[in-house]
């Protein structure tokens, strides 16, 4: 699966559109990391916890829209875009979009 936030992907041409693929995920914050946060925001630093935790939603939410696409027929993911959102106290989500497409060689 080719995966690219252009809106083609260089070198193949485009033969089928299949529309717009999403995935999301919504997650809430660890107590622990909340306390590792509240010491990091006085001795200043990488909040790692909550790295880890946005890496990890990312990811989920990719795999998500990509499976979506394969679901279609689709062999790449084009015009990709991650968004969040907060949907209640201590929890947000991760949205990723793209359009699915079907590509050859030229």
Do not use: C, W
């Not at 089928?16 to 999403?22: A, D, N, S």
């Not at 890496?55 to 968004?83: K, P, Y």
């Not at 989500?93 to 590509?103: P, S």
């Amino acid at each position: 699966m080719i995966v690219t936030n252009l809106e083609s992907v260089p070198g193949l041409r485009t033969v089928r559109h299949l529309g717009l693929v999403q995935g999301s995920t919504v997650r809430a914050k660890h107590l622990g990391r909340d306390i590792m946060a509240s010491l990091k925001n006085v001795i200043g630093g990488e909040l790692k916890g909550y790295t880890e935790l946005l890496q990890d939603s990312r990811d989920e939410a990719t795999r998500r829209m990509l499976a979506q696409a394969e679901q279609l027929g689709g062999n790449a993911v084009v015009n990709i875009r991650f968004t969040t959102s907060s949907v209640a106290q201590g929890a947000s989500e991760i949205l990723a979009y793209g359009t699915a497409i079907v590509v050859e060689e030229e």
